[in-house]
């Protein structure tokens, strides 16, 4: 069963070679795309015998794991999986994951290990924005796997089947909600989406961003939920500013809670903008 990992890389060599790293046991071909790295990426993975495919810019998750699946699907992988260069797999993560379905995610736990950082993740169309992941901050998560309403295209496996059906990721989102998407068009077609607690992955968490509550996080996720909310459950005139006035909110909390305060609130501001 020809597995393809596509690992998208922007800057961040260090987390990128600790990646490929840890996927050197698996049955699986990596395929690193980088979006435009400036900190010698390229040449360092390529110096470790990996493919690269240089996209020459950032074009964000979207569009740039976008290149790399199309490249795994026309060289006829049955399974392509999507990771961030920031995440590292657990010994024999792949094989739970390919016995569970069309399309699955592991348990992620954060880079110590130690604590959950999504095992699944509701979508509640009415709120606009996606909360905490399931299982989020406690201890690793057991059993079989179980549904969720949406995965998490970091760390995401899917069959050759699912990706021709579903389509690839929206890239007019750049990053973040573009796994919802994806997750809810799926879903739709009648396909599954399950979390397969047996494989597990650590992950550094919006390394490339800044971190969770950076401004940049902020805009993508309030900008992307909102767009995403509204395509698949529309709500008319007062839904729709109701929905948006509790998404801001949450958002411009977080921003009061960040380090960067000013910054974020102006992140919350451009969302609305560009919706």
């Known amino acids: ?7 998208l890389s922007w800057n961040g060599r260090e987390d990128t070679l600790a990646c490929l790293a840890s996927l050197a046991g698996e049955p699986l071909t990596p ?11 390229v040449e360092a993975v390529r110096e470790r015998g990996v493919e690269v495919v240089e996209n020459g810019r950032n074009l964000g998750f979207a569009a740039g794991m976008n290149v ?3 490249v795994a699907l026309e ?32 348990q992620i736990l954060f880079g110590d290990g130690r604590t959950v950082w999504y095992a699944g993740a ?16 406690g201890p690793p998560v057991g059993g ?7 995965a998490c295209g970091g760390a995401l496996v899917a069959s050759r089947r699912a990706w021709e059906d579903v389509g690839l990721f929206d890239e007019s989102l750049f990053a973040y909600a573009e796994d919802t998407d994806w997750s809810l068009r799926a879903r739709a077609l009648g396909y599954r989406v ?23 996080s902020i805009y993508f996720t309030l900008r992307n939920s909102l767009r995403v909310a509204e395509r698949h459950a529309p709500l008319g005139p007062l839904g729709t500013a109701r929905r948006r006035a509790v998404a801001v909110t949450a958002h411009a909390l977080q921003a009061l809670l960040s380090p960067r305060k000013l910054a974020g609130l102006r992140a919350v501001a451009r969302a609305v903008r560009d919706l």
């Open 122 to 137: 509701r979508w509640d169309p009415r709120a606009g924005y996606h909360g905490r992941n399931m299982g989020y901050g």
């Open 1 to 7: 069963m020809s597995v393809v990992a596509v690992v």
């Open 144 to 150: 079989g796997p179980y549904e969720t309403d949406r």
């Open 68 to 70: 790399g699946i199309r």
């Open 194 to 216: 399950v979390v397969v607690p047996a494989s597990v992955v650590r992950h550094k968490v919006s390394a490339s961003s800044g971190g969770e509550g950076s401004p940049t």
């Open 31 to 41: 395929l690193v795309v980088d979006n435009g790295s400036t900190d010698g990426s």
């Open 75 to 106: 060289r006829d992988a049955e399974h392509v999986l999507t990771l961030n260069n920031d995440v590292e797999v657990e010994p024999g993560f792949l094989g739970p994951l390919l016995e569970a379905g069309d399309v699955a995610c592991p």
